[in-house]
């Protein structure tokens, strides 16, 4: 995928770090599910951890990493790459999710018990929220052009800060399933999976910090708000 073409030099060297942070987590999460915990499958009548393994893959492929790429194509131009990428992000999302709510349904295990679920369902909400806002408000019906000025930044905060919630939550989430996996004693603390794992969650967070600071460093460079003397 290109660079959106409004950014600015250093906002680019922080897209660029972003995109290969992205390839690297998507790899490395794919190698742990596919190859380190046996495949993926919406359906299996044994092996019910692999209905479990679509989870953390569509989680951060398709909702944190599609929602990566959405958020620099929002200027006007390409405003329908930004909708259709979030919207993308949304349904792998919510299909990512249900993929967890299976695991446990089948294995008679409660829903919602932790901190990660309550975050990844509060998350996965707020974001539908500001899809449906950012569609109403900037496309269809659209608002009228002073009510567009008042909502703009606060749709880029708030679009921020569900972005960096989603990141917190997929952190946690790596955290819990790792810390399952050694309590239970099938993964050992200091093997190469777990020490995969962590590395995985790194690159998510440098990930989410990446894809800040380029937004930030195109605003920056473009309103040249601060001076030197
Ligand atoms: C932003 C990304 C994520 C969101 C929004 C999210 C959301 C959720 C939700 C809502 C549940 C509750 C399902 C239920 O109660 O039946 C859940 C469960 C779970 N997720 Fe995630 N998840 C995300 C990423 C991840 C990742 C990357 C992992 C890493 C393996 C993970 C591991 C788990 C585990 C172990 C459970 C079952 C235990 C529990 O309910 O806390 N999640 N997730
Ligand atoms: C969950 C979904 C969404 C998130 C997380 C999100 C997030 C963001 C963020 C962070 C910005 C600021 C980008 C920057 O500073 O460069 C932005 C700008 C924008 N978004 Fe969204 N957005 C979402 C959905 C939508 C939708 C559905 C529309 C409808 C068309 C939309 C239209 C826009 C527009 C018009 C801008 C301003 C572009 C400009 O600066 O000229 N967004 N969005």
Same mark, same amino acid.
């Given at each position: 995928?290109?660079?959106?073409?409004?950014?600015?030099?250093?906002?680019?060297?922080?897209? +660029?770090?972003?995109?290969?942070?992205?390839?690297? =987590?998507?790899?490395?999460?794919?190698?742990?599910?596919?190859?380190?915990?046996?495949?993926? =499958?919406?359906?299996?009548?044994?092996?019910?951890? @692999?209905? +479990?393994?679509?989870?953390?893959?569509?989680?951060?492929?398709?909702?944190?990493?599609?929602?990566?790429?959405?958020?620099?194509?929002? #200027?006007?131009?390409?405003?329908?790459?930004?909708?259709?990428?979030? $919207?993308?992000?949304?349904?792998?999302?919510?299909?990512?999710?249900?993929?967890?709510?299976?695991?446990? *349904?089948?294995?008679?295990?409660? *829903?919602?018990?932790?901190?990660?679920?309550?975050?990844?369902?509060?998350?996965?909400?707020?974001?539908?929220?500001?899809?449906? %806002?950012?569609?109403?408000?900037? @496309?269809?019906?659209?608002?009228?052009?002073?009510? #567009?000025?008042?909502? %703009?930044?606060?749709?880029?905060?708030? $679009?921020? +800060?569900?972005?960096?919630? $989603?990141?917190?939550?997929?952190? @946690?989430?790596?955290?819990?399933?790792?810390?399952?996996?050694?309590?239970?004693?099938?993964?050992?603390?200091?093997?190469?999976? =777990? +020490?995969?794992? *962590?590395?995985? /969650?790194? /690159?998510?967070?440098?990930? $989410?910090?990446?894809?800040? %600071?380029?937004?930030?460093?195109?605003?920056?460079?473009?309103? #040249?708000?601060?001076?030197?003397?």
């Amino acid at each position: 995928m290109g660079v959106p073409a409004e950014t600015t030099a250093k906002s680019k060297a922080f897209f +660029f770090t972003a995109q290969v942070l992205a390839a690297a =987590a998507a790899v490395l999460v794919l190698v742990w599910c596919i190859h380190l915990r046996g495949g993926l =499958a919406f359906q299996s009548a044994g092996d019910k951890s @692999l209905i +479990f393994n679509v989870h953390p893959v569509l989680m951060l492929i398709g909702f944190i990493i599609m929602g990566s790429e959405a958020l620099p194509w929002s #200027k006007q131009v390409n405003k329908c790459i930004h909708l259709i990428l979030h $919207g993308l992000a949304l349904v792998l999302g919510a299909v990512g999710i249900s993929a967890a709510f299976k695991f446990h *349904n089948e294995l008679g295990i409660s *829903n919602l018990y932790s901190l990660h679920s309550w975050l990844g369902l509060g998350t996965i909400s707020l974001y539908g929220i500001q899809w449906i %806002l950012g569609f109403v408000t900037f @496309l269809f019906p659209g608002a009228s052009g002073s009510l #567009k000025a008042t909502f %703009l930044p606060w749709h880029a905060v708030f $679009g921020v +800060f569900v972005y960096l919630l $989603g990141i917190v939550s997929a952190e @946690l989430g790596f955290l819990e399933k790792l810390t399952f996996l050694e309590t239970f004693g099938t993964v050992n603390r200091f093997s190469g999976e =777990a +020490f995969l794992v *962590n590395c995985t /969650a790194l /690159a998510v967070l440098l990930l $989410g910090v990446s894809v800040v %600071l380029s937004l930030i460093a195109s605003h920056l460079e473009s309103t #040249k708000v601060y001076s030197a003397d």
